[in-house]
Nanobody, 120 residues
Framework: VQLQASGGGLVQPGGSLRLSCAAS????????MGWYRQAPGKQREMVAAVVSGGSIHYADSVKGRFTISRDNAKNTAYLQMNSLKPEDTAVYYCNDMVQSSQYTPYQSYWGQGTLVTVSS
């Protein structure tokens, strides 16, 4: 299973970006699709996650500004980021809990990371 993240870049404060994370390979089911970020000198933190049943979780720092969604037919997660702030600058990683068959347990997979820089 491979996760390909894309959509990062340089944006001015107050701007928007949309990240995508496409999963490919031997996939039977994906329970959780999530986004994490790691700023320089800081630990990786959860940004947002969406469960297959529909529940969604956000870090307090991004509530009201970021929206996570998923397209199950495409095995793809999205993160719409609005009203971006300099403190949102980080490498953003996607993470999926993937089941390769109905007989195997879920495993965690990470994307390669995409850099988001918020600066004027």
């Amino acid at each position: 299973v491979q996760l390909q993240a894309s959509g990062g870049g340089l944006v001015q404060p107050g701007g928007s970006l949309r990240l995508s994370c496409a999963a490919s390979g031997n996939i039977y089911s994906i329970s959780v699709m999530g986004w994490y970020r790691q700023a320089p000198g800081k630990q990786r933190e959860m940004v947002a996650a969406v469960v297959s049943g529909g529940s969604i979780h956000y870090a307090d720092s991004v509530k009201g500004r970021f929206t996570i969604s998923r397209d199950n037919a495409k095995n793809t997660a999205y993160l719409q980021m609005n009203s971006l702030k300099p403190e949102d600058t980080a490498v953003y990683y996607c993470n999926d809990m993937v089941q390769s068959s109905q007989y195997t347990p879920y495993q965690s997979y990470w994307g390669q990371g995409t850099l988001v820089t918020v600066s004027s």
